[in-house]
């Protein structure tokens, strides 16, 4: 009978309510599936009755096509209202319209604005004998009927745009890549990336499960109504950084994009990128290389080195060499041409036709080479292969004190050091008893005042691009400020009247240290008076003349004598060795050549990096985040005995001046 069809599909419809979390409707055409169920009918049993079949009945009809698509979802399979049992012909409907149902894909989640799906029964009067008709009919629990604003229109298109962003996720995002950010953030390596813990364990516990399931279409249907905000993951900055590292970005590009987009500009980095998988990655590498014995670094010392690698030495470092061909050398060796001492020459003409005839060299040790003082390192086992892009295993480590520190703390808080004018301020250093708030200001030629209430002077091209106004609130102690011009061409001509002021003052305040740096020279200026509340303290005033840049006017000289790795500044220094940097020893030349002038009784105080990544041979660059962390970890100990000195780049403009034989001369690099 019909009306035990019909109580079949109302028990389903229960059955579907409380066993699978959602109803779903799956994609078909109506008045097909309307077409179907009257064409499932087995021959004679749906004949025409009257003006059309027994079963073509308007209150079914709608039902069928506006309900007779719905499923539930259980156990990660597709159930429809139709998968029933039932006596007679109704079991042949009933296959036939669960098989097309389950052969189509689920469009959209059900959801209804009336209680009454269809109708129950009506009653006909047919020959003055009063006929009930049964009809399909489901009276819906209260919590399924929508009582919102929204349209069912809008209801559904939201959930299946969820739909398909999850689907794109579970797709595009890789588990390794998920499983790559979780280390970072467990790591406490990821700006801010507690925040998505949850929710990235929660989204990798579910695309595990995804990639398990046999209809992973299905699965994501389930995951967009009961996880939702996991749609949101994709379209965020965390969700950028897990598609940047699935589609095989570096992870250093890949942070540094995300931490672009989510950290304040003067953000730095606590530590290196890496995961406890690259750690080991690395390692293996390593073993496979032989290059375990080699992380292990000290000073060096002179006995390390060949007499073959040095340009220069003098005689009791030559003792300490000493080298049995030596004097044989030295007896067969071209005297060079007659050397005729100049106020200037560049360092190539010192090295062919000074080094060979010097006997004694001394080195003022002036306050502006703080910043080039080096030290040389050398591998603890001297038979370990070499880490580095060249075959020895000796590397450097250029160890400024304020020159260098103040530039590189203005680049860790995201400011520029490489215009044509640059003015950094740097005070409290290391000192929580100094919170005072210190601004840099300048006034332009044109009046212009660039300072915290004007950062951006776009006529010059000059920005503040480093404001600090509270010390003590900062993570790190790189207390700085910065002006920068990027290009001269914009910049007017004239003075340039750079000052400090104390804006505010708390605690106890010790002065300041400012540089300007222009034409590839760095000025330094100290102030070690406490400044008072609202002060004013004029640096410098610089003077630009359309091409060039010059110091005017500016606090007193600092170019007083200061003791620095055991040596005193503007005094001359009496040099023990000359060499090249290593990685241009034998004729190799790989890189950027520097000169290193090392001298008598200088003595490095500081722990110094390892190494550094820029140094690291070709087949290690894979593994380069682990290794910044490791040169850092695999530090050189102090020693006294050990080759410090000076070192200058020759890719950046510098001169120091020598006295060679008692006579003076300024070599130029």
Known sequence: MFKDFKKAIKDKLDYLIKNSEYLYQVATDKDEFWNLYLDSFPEGTNDIYKIQRKYDCSCCRHFIKYYGNIVGIIDNKKVSIWDVKVEGYYQTVA????????SSPISD????????????FNRVMIEDTIHTWEHFYYQLPASYVDTSSDSIASLKSEIKQTKQVISRSFLDLKIEAIETVLDLIKAKALYRGEEHKGVLLQFQKLQKKCSQVQDKDLFCWTTAVKHGRLAAIRNTAIGTLLLDLSNGTPIEDAIGKYEALVAPVNYKRPKAVFTKGMVKEAESKMKELGLLDSLHRRHAQLEDISIQNVLWASGESKKVM??????????????????????????????ENVLPIANNIELLLDNKHQANLVSLIAPKSADSPSLFKWDNGFSWAYTGNVTDSIKESVKARGGNVEGALRFSLSWAEGDRSDNSDLDAHCILPNRMHIHYRHKNDRGSGGMLDVDITNPNHQKNKDIV?????SKRNKMPKGDYRFFVN????RGTQKGFTAE??????VYTFEYDKPMRNGENVDVAIVHFDGKKFSIKKSLPSNESSKQIWGLKTMQFVPVSTFMYSPNHWDEQGVGNRH???????????????????????????KHKRVFEALGNKMQVAHSDNQLSGLGFSSTLKNTVTLKI?????NIKF
């Open 516 to 521: 300007i740096e222009f034409d590839g020279k």
């Open 322 to 351: 000493s080298n049995p061909f030596d004097d044989l050398l030295a007896d067969v060796k071209e005297r060079p041409k007659s050397f005729d001492y100049a106020e200037e020459m560049e360092v190539e003409d010192f090295v």
């Open 595 to 621: 000169y290193f002038f090392f001298l008598e009784n200088c003595v490095n105080p500081d722990t110094l990096r390892g190494f550094f990544n820029e140094y690291l041979r070709n087949d290690l660059d």
């Open 502 to 505: 104390n804006y505010s003052l």
């Open 481 to 485: 400020e910065n002006i920068v011009w």
């Open 95 to 102: 296959d036939a319209l669960a098989q097309k149902i389950k």
């Open 109 to 120: 989640v059900f959801f209804s604005k009336e209680q009454s799906l269809g109708t129950d």
């Open 661 to 665: 034989d008692s006579k003076p001369v």
